[in-house]
């Protein structure tokens, strides 16, 4: 259920609080209303300090103590909020708030205030702003881009062996997320380091110590193997550029200002890490308030991050990570209460999801319809006037329909005979290397497909040009060859437009936009997906055009994928289903199947993922279609690994990786390699997970990728 978003903004005004309530909305309201209440800060400045004495005894509370927070986190709740925001606050159970906070209260433990029933940071998903006198303008924060690059430091300073197994814990198991590209830091880590590096990247992650001054603030910061690096420092550094959008601080006192207090005279001076690192352009920064122990803290990142990376919001991932060390080590135990969120608890990150693409568009003769038999045969028939060529049509009639029934051996048997009678049918090479594409076979099909493009040259049809470097730019792109697969796009396009050839251009438009949206540019993929079904609706009248749209209608709901819109996403696939099922396309759903799945493995549906998965599966064999099912296996293995099922998880990867061994497909087989690396690692098999994690790099630096640097990182930690 999406979770209401409300903004509760507090003002410290002399001896009064004033606060109001605003539901979080597209559009900012141009009347607010305010109430106000009377406080006696001595006396809710003696609550903080005993709520504060009762969290410095221990990190596991006795019961009578445990009982007394309660009691003075309810008092706080009842002295600094109106009655009609308490009642509000009370009778919401599922709710997002960010607390806009008078930087004179942010010293005050908000996370604890009590209701009567439940500490506001467990029953919210709660993250702070703050509101400052201070007039510094801080940088925009950047745009981010996939791969994210994230930096782990841990242990700078080589004497904190619990830290440095922590990050190396996170870091393990962030390897597995192929959209972060991983930075790892540790011992000897100086204060040049970070303040040459910290800019470049989008999140960090700090295991380590930190100071706090308590005579001068602005000489807090982490501690280096140098010394410190400072409030003043990240200041200074967020000039102009801004840090990265999220910092996590897993380290004692980040995010301390005092012992819990009020400071009213607060108005001229930055006092804490979390002001220097949100003046400085950081979006969020999530740190402790005291000390922890080392094992919870590793604990409460790793559930974190966990939930964070499955698009769950910051605010969500926090409390579901204060909920977990509850439940295995109870309330009493407060490390939960430690954390502190600054930024919007709603914001997630829209990390591109494992999808799949469509490979080969194609006709199909079974299960089809009649005016789809009577649209076939007309073209046929125009062709034959064309051509004159009847025994050479009815030869390539007969390889075209046992293309679709999967009898890719029939295919080949059939075509040899035609080009026996007419080497130079040109439409008989692109239909080899449509089944050698179907096969794996990507060498083969591009050899194909250059002769299909040649005889069209040569004939200087430039509609079947334009499909000729449409199919060696899809081969290319689907082997992970970026610059050639551009390269040939561009030619299509230009060529089609040239020629005033829509099909072509619609359908390469459409391509084009899946390969920026592997590239991670969802806005010029988005773009060209507006451009290319805007053409194929004003045709729709013709079957070659609607067949586009259905194509376009897919690739949309991928891009809905992408932004957590998965209602939109569904129905944006259901439209390309109804589209290729009213055509007779059955070939086509194997994709929709898998692409439906995926939205249910991530909305945690795993049993509906799997009867989606096994639908398209059906479509894949019934195919003979290998390129597909290789793909196919994977995502088995890791559906069934997240599901928990070892044994099957293990069958489905051994079943992709005797199926790659035999087929051109190198993207696969290198995520395959990694895939293993972790899945045996995560067994303590080492050994297996070092082959398969070296079998992976290595086909990674022959595909020109960044993602082998998170194969060495993986490597790395084996060792």
Known sequence: MQEKSIILEVF???????????????????????????????????????????????????????????????LLFDYLLTKSIKSRLKKEDSLEITLIVDEKLIGLPWELFFTGEDFLSLKFNLGRAITTAIDIESPYSTNISFPLK??????????????????????????????????????????????????????????????????????SGWILKDGLITVEDFLLLGQTKALPRLIFANACQSTRTADFSLDKNIGSHIHSLAHAFLLSGCQHYLGCFWKIPDDLATEFAVVFYNEFLKKATVGSALRSARQALIKKYGIKNIAWANYILYGDPGYFL???TKKRLFFIKRVTFKKVSYPVVISLILI?????????????????????????????????????????????????YKLLGDTY???????????????YLRLAQKKKDFKNIASGYLKLAWTHHMKGEYNSAEDFYNKAIQISKD?????????????????????????????????????????????????????????????????????????FYNKSKELFESMGEISELSDYYFNMGEIMRFEKKYQEALDYYYKGLEIDKKLSHYFNLSSDYLMFGELFWEMGNIEEAAKYFQKALSLCKDIDNLPILASLYYDLGLFYKELSQNQQAKQYLEASLNLYKKLNTATYKKVEEALLSLE
């Open 12 to 74: 410290c005004f002399q001896d009064s609080l004033k606060m109001g309530i605003l539901e979080k909305k597209d559009f900012y309201p141009s009347y607010r209303s305010f109430s106000e209440i009377k406080v006696d800060f001595n006396y809710i400045q003696k609550v903080a300090t005993e709520m504060n004495n009762i969290l410095n005894k221990n990190y596991f509370l006795e019961q009578a103590d445990f009982e007394e927070l309660k009691k003075l986190g309810h």
């Open 150 to 219: 994230m930096l782990i430091i841990a242990n700078p300073t080589g004497d904190l062996k619990a830290s440095y197994k922590e990050a190396i814990k996170i870091k393990d198991y962030l390897l597995k997320n192929k959209e972060i590209q991983i930075d790892f830091k540790s011992f000897d880590v100086n204060s040049l380091y970070i303040k040459k590096n910290i800019r470049n990247y989008d999140l960090l992650h700090f295991a380590g110590h930190c100071g706090y001054n308590f005579d001068s603030p602005l000489k």
């Open 380 to 428: 046929l028939f125009i062709n034959f006037i064309i051509y004159f060529r009847p025994t050479s049509y009815i030869l390539f009639l007969k390889s075209l329909v046992a293309f679709k029934r999967g009898e890719n051996n029939k295919v080949f048997n059939i075509i040899k005979d035609l080009l026996n009678k007419d080497p130079d049918y040109l439409l008989s």
């Open 350 to 352: 829209k990390i591109p």
């Open 437 to 451: 594409f179907r096969l794996g076979k990507f060498n083969l099909a591009i050899k194909n497909y250059f002769e």
């Open 499 to 571: 020629s005033k050839d829509k099909l072509n251009e619609a359908d390469a438009l459409g391509r084009m936009a899946v390969y920026y949206f592997d590239k991670g540019n969802f806005e010029k993929a988005l773009s060209l997906l507006v451009e290319s079904s805007e053409i194929n609706q004003q045709r729709k009248h013709i079957r070659e055009h609607r067949f586009n749209l259905a194509c376009d209608y897919f690739n949309l709901a991928l891009v809905f994928t992408e932004m957590n819109n998965y209602d939109k996403a569904k129905e």
